[in-house]
């Protein structure tokens, strides 16, 4: 159906949907380290650490009030901190995706509001019709002449989109960008998400739309635990489901929710399994402390004068130790289960 939608397109004349980049930023966008924020008694983020590298594409995600767009905040510069660091890479062009739609004029049209007056819009240093230009958000020439008052809210959202994307930026922050979008307007927006060469910061809760565009994801998980995990919406589902320690106990798993399928009987360890047991605490925290480490190398500058090659293996470390750690405490719990006095 996507590729139908697409043929049709180019069929009436439709040229592909091009995000204006500014220049490249530096590899290192933010480095993150012992971030922590809150409302009164309410932690919404404790102790987060973590780096965006260039060409990075990272959802976020958590249920409503989780702190989402106070996150955004945060690393943008626009919320005080409370606890920790946020440090900006060079060359830094930020491009805010305005959720409330506070930036369009109702009184004029949707020409006006991409370029005042003029007739034609500078897109890569290449000038290009107005009426053109807005006909890649499937704005018909009339509709690109009708006063932003008469649209309905899915056509604001395209216009939004439109006047957003004539504006250069290599850090793009999207705050729900989905919202009110049609199919065909979703499906042009993840063509452009896809092929934007800059870094992005996407907060949704369209599962799908995250699943084809982010390389990550951060989640607010409750209680001021946020995590990062490789791949999409469903990545995460997938990770997660493994047993994990609480954020703030370190030292031995939480007991685990009944499981949904029927626990194998118990049964006394053997010894070598009981070996393995008594070994799975220092082990864990060999691989939580050499994670600690690379997070703090990874906010250094000074990683980042190196060959890029030393930071992409830091990172994919990172990631590896991640799994690892996971599944340390998966073998934890099943050893716990499989246990019975002797």
């Known amino acids: 159906m996507r590729e139908e939608r697409r043929a049709q397109r180019q069929a009436v004349g439709q040229v592909r949907l091009q995000a204006q980049e500014a220049a490249r930023s530096g590899r290192l966008v933010l480095a993150v380290e012992h971030l922590g924020f809150g409302y009164g008694e309410r932690c919404l983020i404790r102790d987060y650490s973590g780096c965006i590298m260039r060409g990075d594409k990272i959802g976020i995600i958590g249920p409503n009030g989780s702190g989402k767009t106070t ?6 510069g626009q919320l005080p901190l409370q606890q920790g660091t946020v440090a900006p890479g060079t060359n830094l062009e930020v491009l805010y995706y305005d959720q409330l739609r506070e930036q369009l004029d109702d009184q004029q049209t949707v ?6 007056d003029n007739e034609v819009v500078i897109i890569d240093g290449q000038p290009r019709n107005i009426i053109g230009y807005l006909q890649d958000f499937l704005f018909t020439p009339d509709r690109a002449r009708t006063p932003v008052a008469m649209l309905s809210g899915g056509e604001r959202n395209r216009l939004l989109l439109a006047r957003l994307f004539t504006k250069p930026a290599n850090l793009l922050v999207m705050d729900e960008p989905t919202n009110d979008l049609d199919i065909e307007t979703l499906e042009l927006l993840e063509e452009l998400l896809l092929e934007y060469s800059g870094t992005l910061l996407l907060v949704s809760h369209d599962r799908a739309f995250l699943n084809n ?3 990550s994801t951060i989640v607010l998980e409750g ?11 469903d990545d995460w589902l997938r990770q997660r489901s493994a047993p994990a320690a609480p954020v703030q106990a370190r030292t031995r798993p939480a007991a685990a929710a009944p499981p949904a399928k029927k626990a194998a009987p118990a049964r006394k360890l053997t010894y070598n399994e009981e070996r393995e047991l008594a070994a799975l605490p220092a082990a864990l925290e060999a691989l939580e402390a050499e994670r600690e480490e690379l997070y703090r190398q ?18 994919a470390r990172t990631v590896a130790l991640g799994e690892a750690i996971d599944a340390a405490y998966q073998r934890w719990e099943q050893l716990e289960q499989n246990k019975r006095p002797g």
């Open 71 to 76: 996150l955004l905040r945060l690393l943008l």
């Open 111 to 116: 020409a006006q509001n991409v370029c005042g």
């Open 213 to 215: 565009v982010v390389t």
């Open 223 to 233: 209680n001021g635990a946020v995590r990062e995990y490789p791949g999409g919406y």
């Open 298 to 315: 990874m906010a250094d500058p000074a990683l980042h004068r190196t060959e890029p090659a030393a930071i992409a293996a830091a990172k």
